[in-house]
């Protein structure tokens, strides 16, 4: 039976996904331009949060990623479509434009790993294949398949096997020529490594034996999309439950998840590199925190106006990412800005440098998002 819902949509998507841009676009620099300005030491706790763990842990900025995954599995379940009844002729135009948008995003992840300087460089074997833009293609392309061709309850075995697998996978299969379990050393004896020295073609980021978008870890990433799947099913039946009903839900499934994944962590690392079963409940569960509170204070407090500034990143998040890469917007903020970041009190240059620098990519999106330029894929 072929079922298409009519979809809604939510200010509080894109205010989330626009949160979620705004710490590449520069916002992570303005911690430390506050501790500049302020002196207090708290600022650097803050600043902490800013940065990839080195290996084991976690850090809110590795959050970004996964996040922005499982916001792409919310959109798709606002309005979930099962096509798997239908004939082919009516199911090939979803089948191609699921097929050009894996390869569209992963020629643009190509473009975002070489565009800044360099060009893609002819030998193709100097470049860099795996991506955070290929990453979430992936993840997205087999978690539409699921949600084309599956039941809820089989999207949620999937899931769980796939992070049970994974698990039983790196912790007690042993590694060709080496031993089972072994997650240190950056994971130079890891299945992980294994395979991106087998079946990645290119280099790796920053010559790792690891790479942090390398093949077997997208497996796992899968699940985050599944999970934001099932919220976005959730809060389109939100009307049956009541607003508040809702966000409270979400914020507790969101703490379970969470507190899984630290129980996990004893026996399976939270690790963002690997892609850990454990990392995936950890940012699953702040993943769903975020929705349920950028939900409850954006759609059903009514306040776009004051998130109109990431809902404008939002909007066009894959365009601005691209040109965090592409374009140098630090030279441009400070051809307008310069001078008056030069005129400014030393303490206060850092913490102004940050603000101009995102003001010159608001005015962007906000020009874009006026005249209602979207740039999707």
């Not at 290996?55 to 900025?61: K, M």
């Not at 959050?63 to 499982?70: K, R």
């Not at 979430?136 to 697998?165: D, E, K, N, P, Y």
């Not at 497996?219 to 799947?229: D, K, Q």
């Amino acid at each position: 039976m072929n079922t298409i819902t009519k979809k809604k949509r939510l200010a509080s998507l894109d205010a989330l996904r626009g949160m979620d841009m705004f710490w590449i676009l520069g916002g992570q620099s303005i911690f430390a331009a506050l501790f500049v300005l302020t002196g207090w030491q708290g600022w650097k706790l803050f600043e902490a949060h800013t940065v990839h763990s080195p290996w084991h842990g976690f850090t809110f900025y590795d959050l970004i990623f996964p996040l922005f995954i499982f916001l792409s599995g919310v959109a798709m379940g606002l309005a979930p479509k099962r096509i798997d009844s239908l004939p082919f002729s009516e199911r090939k135009p979803y089948y191609q434009k699921a097929v050009k948008r894996l390869l569209l995003l992963c020629f643009l992840g190509v473009l975002y790993n070489h565009g800044w300087g360099t060009g893609i460089p002819a030998a193709l074997d100097e470049i860099r294949y795996s991506s955070v833009l290929g990453r979430i293609a992936i993840a997205w392309f087999f978690c539409a398949l699921l949600v084309w061709h599956t039941s809820a309850r089989v999207q949620a075995m999937v899931a769980v096997g796939i992070l049970l697998f994974y698990w039983f996978l790196l912790c007690f299969i042993p590694v060709p020529g080496g031993v089972s379990g072994d997650l240190g050393a950056m994971g130079a004896g890891s299945w992980n490594a294994w395979f991106d020295k087998h079946f990645l073609p290119g280099i790796s980021y920053q010559n790792r034996v690891v790479d942090p978008e390398g093949i077997l870890s997208s497996l796992p990433a899968v699940v985050n999309a599944i999970a934001g799947v099932f919220v976005g099913r959730f809060i389109a039946q939100a009307e049956h439950f009541g607003p508040w009903r809702s966000v409270i839900t979400l914020f507790s499934a969101g703490l379970v998840s969470v507190l899984a994944g630290w129980i996990w962590d004893w026996y399976f690392p939270v690790n963002k590199e690997l892609w850990t079963s454990s990392f995936v409940l950890v940012t699953v569960g702040w993943s769903t925190i975020l929705f349920a509170a950028f939900y409850a204070l954006v759609d059903v407090l009514n306040t776009q106006r004051l998130a109109y500034p990431f809902i404008i990143i939002g909007a066009n998040s894959i365009i601005i990412y691209l040109a965090s890469s592409l374009v140098n917007w630090s030279y441009i903020s400070k051809s307008v800005f310069g001078g008056l970041v030069s005129a400014s009190a030393p303490q206060w240059q850092p913490l102004l440098s940050v603000v101009a620098l995102l003001l010159v990519q608001l005015l962007v999106l906000h020009w874009m998002y006026k005249r209602k330029i979207f740039v999707s894929v």
